[in-house]
């Protein structure tokens, strides 16, 4: 029958159909490339290549009607960027609800993205309260981590989906088995065209029918995919071989398929422009499809078209494949940076510090290296959580060391508490002591006693040091002020003691024949006046003693040149036998002075009684040296 023999019918015949009915549909079908069509073909439908591995070009488009993927579905690494990364538990769950009214907007990858999400963010939660738990005195080996009630939350939410997830599996199962009775039923009745060839024009309306029909169904088993798709297609082909149609609608088909292909080739290359290069891979995917459903065009435009088309299709493909191949780069350099904070966390070498200070700058550094942690993103899935367990063992570590120095401390710090607490009990009962002399030794030993003991805890230092310092200033302000009269009559003795000096001073300087009964006299008045302040005492009576000693060096050496003098003359009036008592007197006093140094080294002048001794020895051998000059000098005299 002809075309227009059909129109005459009434049947309306569309573009795709033009295309096998020809008398040249043999020749036409060895032109096309059949192993693609078979590998197509053998892909379960609602599958697509992995995003790991792109469709490439060659293999996902064709003028053959199987030769583009089926529908895709979401990959474990592409269906993660549909969602946003959760930075909150509650996040998380809000996401979990809502795959519970709607799991056909998730899948495994995403579950599994929340999980690691959640359970990182429960075990930092985890990890904050061990070392709050160590921080106040607790063992890390008695820690039990509370209840979460979120985490009960996330599981019976996770349950939910799964149970889901299930049944939407189970319905999408029985609606494939479904599928593949119609798909099947639809093949028998292929079958009976073809066994009634006279009746096949005839039936060309259903024919159109029965392969728009097979286009609406959806998907089926994947085991049947392959062994179904053939089936029908041979059937097909061989009602179009039925079919005669002129060489002039073929070549309208051609046209009108060619225009369909030059737009998809346009809409290929428009792709590779897109920034979302996952979504431009998907879109390429229904490109594709829609490719492949098109029917071919004239033989000398079929590989012009397919290279164009193919080429987009490399680009996008290449961009997609490139983008996860630089993600999985980039995993793998988050993970040699966290590998980097793993070591220089266990390098830490903390065994060596000793101040809370130097704890306290060692904490900052590890926790600015925590907070490095989580400016870097995510590593490859099987590294993920072992290089996290690392590096919280690591800072574990740490702050379990740091926990057992600073609970070392606070025992200390108690300790130090007992001893000072103990020293303020003592000084309180003291402070309303009248025994002032012991009375003050004991608090001058309480005050070298504390500044001995360590400090104690900073919120209670200043409490206890106010309390020891008051009960001293309480003790010393009562003994200042009964011992305000004795100041006073301690400084009146200073002013005459400084008196008798001054008349001491002007002895020696003007000499008198009378000095040795006023010094005397002095000395007299010396004995007499009471005590001076304490810390005067010692200063204005080693000048008094000086001066009385330079005053009786001087009436020493003018009492002995008299003598010397009374010698000289006797010597002059009895000749040589004078001389000669003076240098028995000389050897005699040579020989004092010898003794006297002698006896010097057996003295011990550690005591108060053994410097005065020594001291006097010192003025009789200061004495005997000089006799020991002016009898030299006589006996020079003499003898001249």
């Known amino acids: 029958m002809s075309l227009f023999a059909y129109e005459a019918q009434g049947i309306r015949l569309c573009a795709s159909t033009y295309l096998y009915l020809t008398p040249n549909f043999d020749t036409l079908m060895s032109e096309l490339d059949t192993s693609q069509l078979e590998v197509a ?38 269906s993660t960027e549909k969602i946003p990364t959760p930075t909150t538990k509650a996040e998380v769950l809000t996401l979990l609800r809502q795959y519970v009214e709607q799991p056909e907007t998730s899948d495994r990858a995403i579950l599994d993205r929340l999980r ?28 039990v ?28 199962e029985a609606t494939r088995q479904a599928n593949l009775k119609k798909k099947l039923a639809l093949i028998d009745e292929l079958k009976q065209m073809v066994a009634q060839p006279e009746e096949i024009d005839k039936k060309y309306d259903r024919f159109k029918a ?3 029909e097979w286009k609406e169904i959806g998907n089926i088993p994947a085991e049947h995919v392959t062994e179904t798709w053939k089936n029908f297609h041979h059937y097909v082909e061989q009602v179009y071989d039925l079919l005669r149609l002129n060489h002039e609608m073929r070549a309208y088909d051609f046209k009108k398929n060619l ?34 459903e098109t029917g071919p065009v ?25 983008f996860f191949l630089g993600r999985k780069q980039e995993e793998e350099e988050n993970l040699n940076k966290k590998t980097q904070l793993c070591e220089q966390v266990e390098a830490l070498n903390f065994d060596a510090l000793s101040s809370m200070a130097e704890w306290e700058a060692m904490s900052q550094l590890v926790i600015g290296m925590q907070n490095e942690w989580k400016t870097i993103g995510f590593t490859p899935r099987k590294q993920n959580q072992v290089i996290f367990e690392r590096f919280r063992t690591a800072c574990d570590r740490f702050f379990s060391a740091k926990a057992h120095y600073f609970r070392s401390l606070r025992e200390k710090l108690a300790d130090n508490l007992a001893q000072k607490t103990a020293l303020c009990e003592r000084a309180e009962e003291l402070k309303d002591s009248t025994d002032w002399s012991n009375t ?31 009960a001293c200033n309480a003790f010393f302000d009562r003994k200042k002020e009964a011992n305000s009269g004795v100041h006073e009559e301690e400084q009146a003795n200073l002013t005459k003691k400084l008196d008798v000096i001054a008349r001491l001073q002007q002895l020696a300087d003007e000499g008198s024949e009378q000095l040795q009964q006023a010094v005397k006299a002095l000395q007299t008045e010396w004995a007499a006046i009471g005590h001076v302040p304490f810390r005067k005492k010692e200063k204005i009576y080693r000048t008094y003693r000086n001066l009385c000693d330079k005053i009786y060096d001087t009436l020493h050496r003018e009492a002995g040149r008299r003598r010397v003098d009374n010698i000289a003359r006797r010597a002059a009036q009895t000749g040589g036998s004078e001389v000669q008592r003076l240098q028995r007197a000389y050897e005699s006093k040579k020989a004092e002075i010898q003794t006297y140094e002698t006896n010097l080294t057996f003295l ?23 006799d020991l000059e002016i009898i030299a000098e006589k006996i020079k005299e003499v003898q001249g």
């Open 41 to 78: 073909a053998q892909a379960p439908e609602g599958t697509t290549a992995s995003a790991q591995a792109p469709v490439s070009s060659d293999a996902a488009a064709t003028d053959s009607p199987a030769a583009a993927t089926p529908d895709t579905v979401n990959t474990p690494s592409e």
């Open 116 to 143: 690691n999400v959640f359970y990182r963010l429960h075990n930092d939660e985890i990890g904050k309260a061990r070392e709050a738990f160590v921080a106040e005195g607790g063992k890390a080996e008695d820690f």
């Open 145 to 172: 981590p509370p209840v979460d009630p979120d985490e009960q939350e996330y599981k019976r939410l996770v349950a939910s989906v799964k149970e889901v997830r299930a049944k939407v599996a189970a319905e999408a």
């Open 210 to 212: 029965l392969q728009a």
């Open 259 to 292: 225009e369909i292909k030059i737009g998809l080739c346009e809409a290929a290359e428009k792709l590779a422009e897109d920034e979302d290069v996952v979504a431009a891979f998907h879109a390429l995917q229904k490109l594709h499809q829609e490719f492949r």
């Open 298 to 322: 004239a033989k000398e435009q079929r590989e012009e078209i397919w290279n164009r088309f193919k080429a987009a299709s490399t680009i996008v493909n290449k961009r997609h494949q490139d």
């Open 440 to 470: 003050t030794n004991a608090f001058v030993a309480l005050q070298a006693e504390w500044k001995k003991i360590g400090p104690v805890a900073h919120k209670v230092s200043d409490a206890v040091w106010k309390r020891f310092n008051t």
């Open 604 to 626: 011990n002048s550690k005591s108060k009684a053994g410097n005065s001794l020594v001291a006097d020895i010192e003025r009789r051998i200061q004495t005997l040296r000089n």
